[in-house]
């Protein structure tokens, strides 16, 4: 009778060592799926930042965008007006891709402390493994 109602205990213990070990092994699988999609916004910003980075390069590089006036070619009240408005648009550029490049560092930051996360999981996974 003894035997049985031991073996009947160890069964409950395994029985919850398993439960506990199905929950973290859920939360594993979903910090990896929140992680992986991190990485995906991630991965499609610091493409945007590239993209932007040349638009601003090349602006920056061409006369026809940095100096707008030209003597005999393109002057007056409408050069001045585009000149101030390219000087604008320059500006908003640098803005945009500084603060992307906050968000990028912000994304960087999430997905370490999910991986942190999942590493303290699979050490609390591993620990009830051994106590099977």
């Known amino acids: 009778m003894a035997d049985i109602r031991k073996a009947q205990q160890e069964q409950q213990r395994i029985s919850a060592i398993m439960g506990q070990i199905s929950v973290i092994d859920g939360k594993i699988s979903a910090s990896k799926q929140v992680r992986g999609t991190l ?21 920056n590089s061409d006369v026809r965008y940095t100096q707008i006036v030209t003597t005999d070619v393109f002057e007056g009240e409408m050069a001045n007006r585009l000149k101030t408005y390219m000087s604008t648009v320059v500006s908003d550029i640098n803005t945009g891709i500084s603060d ?33």
Do not use: F, H, M, P
């Open 39 to 59: 990485s995906g916004y991630k991965a499609s910003l610091a493409s945007e930042i590239e993209s932007w980075v040349g638009v601003r390069a090349t602006l």
């Open 100 to 132: 992307s490049e906050n968000l990028l560092g912000a994304l960087n930051t999430q997905i370490g402390a999910l991986e942190a996360y999942e590493s303290r999981l699979s050490s609390q996974r591993a620990a009830l493994v051994r106590q099977l």
